[in-house]
């Protein structure tokens, strides 16, 4: 049953076909919320950014990163701030290993918390198709009158994720709409975080709101604080064109 769901998810997301066809996604990110705060990176949320997430990898690049001419570049072992013709402004390698409970947070470790969580964020619930995540259903949830179906989700090792286990709850439709985890890299913080305004781009559908509060421990939300916030829109997926050596193409959006 649990397996089902999650091709019934998929399905209503766009589809493993469609999904297959696809290199890279795009959108431009606005973020915001106290976390940012908490780690003095505000300039990070004073103008919104364009993220481009690997489907194939886990890279993700966001363009530009806090100056006009800088890129800020996410891989799981190396975050970096780069100039537009390449050159190397600050690094930070196995970047995952860098956190702890001193603050502010460096470029590259606001890179590495934006990237791994925007990369996981695109790439759900498609990834969920792979024999490598272990799945176990819970029991159903009830939020706002609606019942939504709940199923813990284990992440292989190899995955730079927020948190290697983490909840999420699908609607009736199979629309992902929250998902609960701790931020492995903030001191294990538990949070709620709440999908909603999907939309369909070029035949895969994305939720354009997201907003993130903290958990009790009886799985409540507190909505007095938004731990993060992120507004996303103009989603565009990318392919690779056969005959550019393998440069990337930016399709039309519904």
């Known amino acids: 049953m649990t397996r089902e769901l999650i091709l019934k998810s998929i399905e209503a997301h766009g589809g493993l076909a469609r999904w297959n066809q696809i290199e890279a996604v795009t959108a431009t990110f606005h973020p915001d919320g106290l976390a940012l705060q908490m780690r003095s990176q505000q300039a990070f949320s004073r103008q919104p950014t364009r993220v481009t997430v690997d489907t194939r990898r886990q890279k993700a690049i966001f363009d530009p990163f806090l100056k006009s001419d800088h890129l800020g570049i996410y891989e799981p072992h190396r975050t970096a701030i780069e100039t537009r013709g390449g050159a190397v402004v600050e690094e930070l390698l196995n970047p995952r290993d860098s956190f702890s409970a001193e603050v502010p947070w460096s470029g590259p470790q606001m ?3 934006a990237g791994h969580a925007l990369w996981t964020y695109f790439n759900l619930p ?10 176990q259903e819970l029991e159903p949830w009830i939020e706002d009158g609606e019942t939504w179906r709940a199923v813990k989700v284990i992440f292989p090792s190899e995955i730079a994720t927020l948190c290697s286990e983490q909840v999420l709850y699908f609607d009736e439709r199979g629309m992902i709409r929250r998902e609960d985890y701790s931020v492995e890299v903030s001191q ?12 369909s781009f070029d035949g895969i559908v994305f939720p354009t709101r997201r907003r993130i509060y903290p958990r009790g421990p009886d799985l409540r939300p507190n909505r007095d604080v938004v731990i993060m916030a992120a507004d996303l829109s103009d989603f565009r997926t990318v392919t690779v064109d056969s005959g ?7 399709e039309t959006c519904d």
Do not use: K
């Open 188 to 199: 294990n913080t538990p949070v709620a975080h709440y999908v909603d305004g999907h939309q």
């Open 244 to 250: 550019s050596e393998g440069h990337w193409v930016v």
């Open 126 to 135: 498609f990834r969920l198709a792979g024999d490598d995540f272990r799945l």
């Open 111 to 113: 890179i590495y918390f």
